[in-house]
């Protein structure tokens, strides 16, 4: 029993060693990581992180220009897939006076639309419109065809002389020639000067 007591000690470390090892390698592995080779190691560690992938479609921004009866009128950015009443949504909703009648709500927008909500009473031949608009053809407004809302991109022409302009055509019928628009109130031959380049009768 004399090599017992000698070698006591070594025979106690390696019992200790043996079962540290024999503990550790019956660890339950749930912890462990497993690294699939084809996933980026951060996504391997992480797999509830979803990767965005590079050719991933996002919907494209569009810019939508909302005039008339509506709370806040103004320029709103929307979606491909917005639609009409998204954006008078975005534009605080329809006044008291808004002829709804006139509205295609269902109707998809685009970029550079313009929305032209009218007030009852209001007969407007286009409600949404850009600058391909029937009565803007060959770059030219139809004086007797516009709206206010397309009056009133005309140089010099706000919202009170587009309102007079279409008071103008009510009560003496349309304009005969582009040089009878100086018969508004505040067009004078300056303004025309300006104006005879953009606009037409026909």
């Not at 080779?37 to 990767?51: F, R, Y």
């Not at 927008?109 to 053809?137: H, R």
């Not at 919202?159 to 582009?178: C, D, L, M, S």
């Amino acid at each position: 029993m004399i090599w017992l007591e000698k070698y006591k000690t070594l025979l106690v470390g390696a019992i200790v060693v043996g079962l540290a090892t024999f503990l550790f390698l019956s660890q339950p592995k749930d912890n462990q990581v497993v690294v699939n080779a084809n996933l980026p190691l951060e996504e391997a560690k992480n797999p509830g992180i979803e990767t965005i992938k590079e050719d991933q479609s996002y919907p494209s921004k569009i810019f939508v220009d909302v005039k008339g009866a509506v709370k806040i009128p103004g320029i709103y950015e929307a979606i491909e897939s917005d639609r009409v009443f998204d954006m008078i949504e975005k534009a605080g909703g329809l006044v008291e006076k808004a002829d709804e009648g006139q509205v295609n709500f269902a109707q998809k927008v685009y970029d550079e639309m313009v929305i032209y909500i009218p007030k009852v009473g209001e007969e407007v031949e286009n409600l949404f419109f850009n600058d391909t608009s029937p009565s803007k053809q060959n770059d030219k407004v139809n004086i007797n065809k516009a709206n206010s809302v397309e009056l009133e991109t005309l140089p010099g022409i706000g919202p009170a002389k587009a309102t007079a302009i279409i008071e103008y055509r009510e009560e003496n019928g349309p304009f005969k020639q582009v040089e009878d628009i100086q018969k508004i109130s505040g067009i004078g031959a300056k303004t025309f000067e300006r104006l005879q380049d953009l606009i037409t009768i026909k």
